[in-house]
């Protein structure tokens, strides 16, 4: 089976590509080429590339390798949706796991916002306060604010006197 793929060329750290035809079972490095389709150079992102050719091959039969597919797929050679070229370091989603995650995503969003207008609706006391006339209002705050003082003074009243020896 004949392959599209990538040769490395170039200099130690300076990578460049040939894009070439080839048997799937030889090594890209061994030279034995079918025909050269191309140039890519991934630091400059250049390419120059023959897409009649390249079409031509693919409708013959030769398989596009994951990185040649997303590349051709860029520059609008070829149409599909994009491969997954490294599934080890980043494996794909399903689409239902990712409608999933909206979904949950959702529900949190509307737990949040029903948290939200719960914290900020009034209590009964103030409901009760906002419902009476100002004068019973005003009566009310001083009678709570009375039994506030009593209560203070109850505990204290309660307290054992430090200054009185123990027996």
Do not use: C
């Not at 390798?65 to 980043?90: C, E, F, M, R, Y």
């Not at 009476?132 to 009566?139: G, L, R, T």
């Amino acid at each position: 089976m004949l392959m599209i793929r990538f040769q490395r060329i170039g200099r130690t750290n300076d990578p460049a590509f040939r894009i070439v035809i080839l048997e799937k079972e030889r090594a890209a490095k061994a030279g034995n080429i079918v025909e050269q389709l191309g140039t890519y150079n991934p630091r400059s992102k250049a390419l120059t590339l023959d897409e009649v050719r390249v079409k031509e091959w693919i409708s013959k039969g030769a398989q596009p390798t994951d990185s040649i597919h997303n590349l051709l797929i860029n520059k609008g050679v070829i149409k599909g949706k994009k491969v997954n070229a490294l599934p080890k370091k980043t494996p794909q989603k399903n689409e239902a796991a990712i409608a999933a995650e909206a979904v949950a995503a959702a529900e949190a969003a509307a737990a949040a916002k029903a948290d939200k207008a719960a914290a900020a609706a009034p209590t009964e006391a103030e409901v009760i306060a906002e419902a009476m006339p100002a004068e019973e209002a005003s009566v009310v705050a001083e009678v709570s604010a009375v039994e506030v003082n009593m209560s203070a003074a109850a505990e204290t009243a309660a307290l054992p006197d430090e200054a009185s020896p123990a027996a």
